[in-house]
């Protein structure tokens, strides 16, 4: 999975070495994207994302942690242009640098935002998903610094009933010192998480109008069928489609994992699919 090349309107706006230097960037921000797919248990996961420049200002990251858990980071830069881009390269180096060694993930958001608020210009922020998936209690720990809302997909047996993660923080890099919570919600088999940035859901077309959130789920619930790989190819390809002759000013990231099940488990009413999460 590599970041493309700049659109026509930006290229044509550079110059011969320029647009080596743009693709010399562009090979280092690539090396930053994870290039691994640890194997964890019972977790069938993937994640792509299309750039809307030759540089991207979204930032992703998953690992594998102690005990077989699943580490993973979302965030998304704001601005354009190239001092959005190193930004971007910094806040994946601080989450990729401070990942081990904290006791919550709390604490690690905090002191990522606050290093990041040290090279962070005035009027600049990110917003930034981390979360820690525990395979063997099936349990998802998470801290959400001001990012668009992760969906968790609760399969009941009517359908998928949509919870989403809402912020439990601020935005990193524009306050001194923030405070952040950690959330904890349980994963049944069958269900599943998808996290990304605005971008996907503010892609518009030639008339302006925004393929939305809406369309994203309706999306991701016509797909459950598949493995989590086609899901997340089908919803960036229909999402690319919709906007197709528009001009797309923002990156699309997305990441969905799905619980595996077996024949024998049963799934919740979509009466109690909401009352998983666990304090």
């Not at 010399?24 to 640890?38: G, W, Y």
Request: proline share 5%; with cysteine.
């Amino acid at each position: 999975m590599m970041i493309g090349i700049p659109q026509r309107h930006h290229y044509d706006l550079l110059s011969a070495t320029d647009f080596e230097e743009w693709e010399k960037a562009r090979e280092v921000q690539n090396r930053s994207f994870p290039t691994a797919h640890p194997r964890i248990a019972g977790l069938d996961y993937y994640s792509d994302w299309r750039p809307a420049e030759g540089l991207c200002r979204d930032c992703l990251d998953y690992f594998e942690l102690p005990e077989g858990n699943l580490g993973l980071a979302i965030g998304d830069v704001a601005g354009k242009g190239l001092a959005a881009a190193l930004l971007t390269s910094s806040l994946h180096g601080l989450a990729r640098a401070l990942r081990h060694g904290y006791r919550s993930l709390a604490e690690l958001t905090a002191a990522i935002d606050a290093l990041f608020y040290e090279v962070c210009p005035d009027n600049s922020y990110a917003t930034i998903f981390l979360a820690r998936y525990d395979p063997e209690r099936r349990l998802l720990h998470y801290v959400n610094a001001g990012h668009e809302p992760p969906i968790v997909l609760r399969k009941t047996d009517r359908g998928y009933w949509p919870v989403e993660l809402e912020p439990t923080g601020p935005v990193i890099g524009m306050l001194r010192r923030s405070a952040f919570e950690e959330g904890v919600i349980s994963l049944l088999p069958g269900d599943m998480l998808a996290a990304y940035t605005d971008g996907l859901c503010e892609a518009a077309n030639v008339r302006g109008e925004a393929w939305g959130f809406e369309r994203l789920l309706s999306t991701i619930r016509a797909s459950s069928y598949l493995k989590a790989r086609d899901i997340v190819d089908r919803v960036l390809e229909t999402a690319e489609s919709f906007c197709a002759g528009g001009l797309r000013y923002d990156d699309m990231t997305l990441w969905l994992g799905r619980v595996e099940e077996t024949a024998r488990e049963t799934r919740p009413s979509e009466d109690h699919a909401a009352l998983a999460a666990v304090a």
